[in-house]
């Protein structure tokens, strides 16, 4: 018997959410709204009109896109709606852990306080509380501004360490090799923190990237890295270092009309810990459960695959070994009861 997988079954699944970017999580609603209330012209001031804006193709037209959108965020209270509102509706798909990517360079870079950006959020992973979700913070370096930026971002972020899990890299991979920031992401490590990095998906030097990252730099996950499949000795190596990759359906298909559905179901298959993440999901029309309810209906996932994608999720989140078990005995419950 065909087992058919439901909205309200991959909506309701327990799950942990790796790769959320929270500035694309900006609505249209509420970017109308912060416009206003900082009386900055954004050019629109209908909901179609923010909604036309939403025209790109590949990954340097969304980023253009995506950063002109961010001169709504100007105070600290712009950044704890923002997250808010984003935690509302990670509660609706049953997000039971995130850990949120958060890109201050493109804050400071306008003019905005680092604090104002850092304690908005942070204040709202503290009422995320009261929603049942355990909210955490990935500070981002935005790879195609320099290194000293980059330097610069990671001293001040010292000064809110308590506030920060990790470090990540993302934005235009073109010519923005991860080997740039070799010595933020050694920093990072000395001071504690988890490491991340994106590996977009068919990037110019994609495998390339990819070893870098796993072998030289040594992060722990790879954001989307789905092209880690062109070499069998990384995926080997993926497998025994216990490497997540966070693969993004509705991204990957905006961006480059592929969902990379079989590339999943290949590494699943071998044993990488792969899971299904929303990336911005308010610019490619779906959050995480619709993330997982697409690629299960369109590459015919089984509910066994669905489940194991779920699990991975908790399995490489940055969580005690005891929350995880907590979490996975989540998952097995919710799964005995539907
Ligand atoms: N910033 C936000 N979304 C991104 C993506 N998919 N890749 C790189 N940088 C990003
Ligand atoms: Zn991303």
Redesign the pocket.
Known sequence: MVEEITKEFTHGLPKAELHV?IE?TLEPELKLKLAKRNHVNIGQSTIEEVKETLKFNN?ASF?DV?YEAMNVLQTEQDFYDLAMDYLHRAAKNNVRHVEIFFDPQAHTSRGVAFADVINGLYRATVDARALNVDARLIMCFLRDFSRDSARETLEEALKYKDKILGVGL??DEHNNPPMKFYNQFCKATEEGFHITA?A?PDQPRSIEHIRDLLEVIGVERVDHGTNIVEDPDLVDYAVKNEIGLTSCTL?NNFLNADMKGKEVIELLGKGVKISIHS??PAYFGGYIGDNYYTIATKFDLTRDQVIKLVKNSFESSWISDEQKALYLKEVDEYVAKH
Do not use: A, N, V
Request: aromatic share 8%.
């Open positions: 970017h694309g990954l980023l995506y993302d934005s994106h977009d991204s990336d911005d």
